[in-house]
């Protein structure tokens, strides 16, 4: 989907993202240009890959196709899915994502243990494009 959020395959997926060398702060989306802590004089960001796993800290479902100028097909339906927040513990923030295929509002609660995946956001002929997904833990692929 980006280039420089994720990286790595099955077990080995860890989205991507970075940490200034002076506070320590730890941003996603990954920032390349300076540090967004407000109390930072400023350091060096370096990638890390985050935590694989975290606490679900809200999530709601998306249940009708957004308006213009979000891209669709109108020809085909439009399946509902729902939309996580996930606490990782160790590095202080909440990434959201899409819950894996199959995973409903009914599924989740707040606080339950879930991994990241990796997920296909897009695919024609001659491309997949590849996200990231949230899967609550022991739930098969």
Do not use: K
């Not at 997926?13 to 240009?33: I, K, M, N, Y």
């Not at 694989?52 to 509902?80: I, K, N």
Request: charged share 20%; net charge negative.
């Amino acid at each position: 989907m980006v280039a420089g959020w994720f990286t790595g395959e099955g077990d080995g997926f860890r989205l991507l993202g970075t940490r200034c060398s002076a506070c320590a702060s730890v941003f996603f989306p990954r920032e390349d240009a300076f540090c967004r802590n407000p109390g930072c004089p400023g350091g060096e960001l370096c990638e890390v890959p985050l935590s694989r796993r975290g606490r679900v800290w809200s999530y709601t479902d998306g249940r009708y196709r957004p308006p213009s100028p979000y891209v669709t097909d109108p020809e085909l339906p439009w399946v509902p899915y729902a939309l996580i927040a996930v606490e990782l513990a160790a590095e202080r923030l909440v990434v959201l994502g899409q819950a894996v295929p199959g995973v409903s509002v009914a599924d989740l609660a707040v606080g339950m243990e879930v991994e990241v995946v990796p997920g296909v956001l897009n695919e024609d002929a001659e491309t997949t494009w590849t996200t990231w997904h949230w899967r609550p833990t022991g739930v098969g692929a």
